[in-house]
């Protein structure tokens, strides 16, 4: 049984319940149950809903236990759920090229990203634009590299922008040396390709804009894991205070 004063108390358990551990419990972008598990739909299958994301996990005993959320699950509500053609989910959804894909027992959904809108972003004389320094994010998620990405935050968004390093030591640095026209102290309305900052008592952490609301971020969702997530995010899950935005601006290119 798990409650949380936003959603009340719900039980999950078995199979569906093994799933959401797998995502990380609670901490998962899909959030905590607001509903007990709800059985006797088609095939003898169950589902759950969660918070976020309109997060459900289907269950059956030849498909096993999957999740699907956000823009995906919207598509498979329009085409009713899985009493339509799609049936249940046979896996999580994945990144292919510029899309999101989802397999179903009846076929795949695939949603292709949008053009980015970069409209506010700067590209500083950087060697990637903030187009391109979101398409090289976007690319990796869900990507796991301890070696390359765990705590290293501030080296990921150098790396969109095509450089090797940011030239600051941490992410708290980075943003202390940004020149002040560059830099918009907590304003939450951050541009496509924009770098959003972090305090904390130690190195603090920066992400990239994608658009929506949404970052690239690492480490949120797993050690050396590049996961989307929002601001509130991280200030809920690891306590950072939001310093605010700023333009690809960084110390190894001035």
């Known amino acids: ?116 809108p970069t409209a506010g972003c700067d590209r500083l004389n950087n060697p990637r634009s903030c187009a391109e320094a979101v398409e090289w994010a976007k690319a990796r998620v869900g990507q796991v590299d301890r070696g390359q990405y765990y705590r290293k935050c501030d080296n990921i968004v150098a790396r969109a922008y095509g450089f090797t390093a940011s030239g600051s030591y941490t992410a708290v640095s980075h943003w202390k040396s940004i020149p002040a026209q560059y830099k918009n102290p907590g304003n939450r309305d951050v541009p496509v390709g924009a770098l959003a900052f972090f305090n904390s008592s130690s190195a603090g952490h920066v992400m990239i804009s994608i658009g929506d609301g949404k970052f690239v971020s690492n480490d949120i969702d797993g050690p050396g894991k590049l996961s989307i997530t929002t601001i509130a995010d991280i200030e809920n899950r690891w306590g950072q205070q939001y310093f605010g935005w700023a333009q690809p601006w960084f110390q190894i290119n001035h």
């Open 1 to 116: 049984m798990y409650w949380s004063p936003a959603t009340g108390a719900h039980f999950t358990r078995g199979v569906i319940r093994d799933k959401w551990a797998s995502l990380g419990w609670e901490k998962a972008q899909i959030g905590y149950p607001i509903t007990d598990e709800i059985c006797g739909i088609k095939d003898g299958g169950c589902f759950q809903r969660f918070q976020f994301e309109n997060g459900h996990i289907y269950w059956t005993l030849p498909t096993g236990a999957w999740k699907v959320q956000g823009e995906i699950f919207k598509a498979y509500a329009a085409a009713d759920w899985e009493k339509g053609k799609y049936g249940y989910p046979v896996g999580d959804e994945y990144r292919n090229g510029n899309a999101w894909e989802q397999k179903f027992t009846g076929g795949v959904i695939r949603l292709d990203d949008p053009a980015p």
